[in-house]
T-cell receptor, first 114, second 111 residues
Framework: EADIYQTPRYLVIGTGKKITLECSQTMGHDKMYWYQQDPGMELHLIHYSYGVNSTEKGDLSSESTVSRIRTEHFPLTLESARPSHTSQYLC?????????????FGPGTRLLVL | QKEVEQNSGPLSVPEGAIASLNCTYSDRGSQSFFWYRQYSGKSPELIMFIYSNGDKEDGRFTAQLNKASQYVSLLIRDSQPSDSATYLCAVDIQGAQKLVFGQGTRLTINP
C-alpha cells in the first residue's frame, strides 16, 4: 500500500491567484513526479525530482514550478493561475530498485480556474 | 512515432470473456514494463510489472512480454464489470530514467 498524499483534493480558484499543490510521501522514496491529466486524456509528465535539491522539467511544458527541499515533500506552485491550468494534477513517487522500480500515485488534485 | 503506443479503444468485452490489451514500444533497450489500471476520476494503480520475456500471471491477470517484437500485452480472464477502466502501459525507456506512459486503452466489460 502506497502512502502518498495530495492536498487539496479539489480547488476552485479565480484567475491570477497564486496556488500551491502539496504532495507528501512517507515511504522514503527518492524520486517524485508531477503529472497533468485532462479527463479521458493521457498522462503528461510536467516535473520530476530524483532527490533533495534536484528538479527537472518533464515532457510537457508547464508554467508551474516545483521545489524539493525535503525528501518527503514535493510541492507544485502556479504563480498566477489561468483557466488553461484547469486539469487534474497527479503526484507520484518511486524508489530506485532497478528493474522493479514502480511508481505509486497519490489521489490527485482537481483544479478549476475560473 | 510515439515511444509507447496503445490502442485507445474503447474495447468492449462481454462479461466472462478474455480481454486482451496490447502495447508496443520503440526503444529496444527497455527493460521494465508496467500495467496500471485507472478508474474514471481516480489515479492510476499498479496491476503488474514484467521484465522477462514470456508470461507472468497474477490471479486473473497475465502479462506477456516479447522483447524481440517490442510488445507487451495484458490478458484479463473471466472479465468482470469491475474491470471496466482505462489501462495504461508504462515502459522504463532506457536512458530516460523515468517511465513513459501510453495513452491508455479504455475497456468496458458488458454484463
Amino acid at each position: 500500500e502506497a502512502d502518498i498524499y495530495q492536498t487539496p483534493r479539489y480547488l476552485v480558484i479565480g484567475t491570477g491567484k497564486k496556488i500551491t499543490l502539496e504532495c507528501s510521501q512517507t515511504m522514503g522514496h527518492d524520486k517524485m513526479y508531477w503529472y497533468q491529466q485532462d479527463p479521458g486524456m493521457e498522462l503528461h509528465l510536467i516535473h520530476y525530482s530524483y532527490g533533495v535539491n534536484s528538479t527537472e522539467k518533464g515532457d510537457l511544458s508547464s508554467e508551474s514550478t516545483v521545489s524539493r527541499i525535503r525528501t518527503e515533500h514535493f510541492p507544485l506552485t502556479l504563480e498566477s493561475a489561468r483557466p488553461s491550468h484547469t486539469s487534474q494534477y497527479l503526484c507520484a513517487s518511486s524508489r530506485d530498485r532497478g528493474r522493479e522500480e514502480t511508481q505509486y500515485f497519490g489521489p490527485g488534485t482537481r483544479l478549476l480556474v475560473l | 512515432q510515439k515511444e509507447v503506443e496503445q490502442n485507445s479503444g474503447p474495447l468492449s468485452v462481454p462479461e466472462g470473456a478474455i480481454a486482451s490489451l496490447n502495447c508496443t514500444y520503440s526503444d529496444r533497450g527497455s527493460q521494465s514494463f508496467f500495467w496500471y489500471r485507472q478508474y474514471s476520476g481516480k489515479s492510476p494503480e499498479l496491476i503488474m510489472f514484467i521484465y522477462s520475456n514470456g508470461d507472468k500471471e497474477d490471479g486473473r491477470f497475465t502479462a506477456q512480454l516479447n522483447k524481440a517484437s517490442q510488445y507487451v500485452s495484458l490478458l484479463i480472464r473471466d472479465s468482470q464489470p469491475s474491470d471496466s477502466a482505462t489501462y495504461l502501459c508504462a515502459v522504463d525507456i532506457q536512458g530516460a530514467q523515468k517511465l513513459v506512459f501510453g495513452q491508455g486503452t479504455r475497456l468496458t466489460i458488458n454484463p
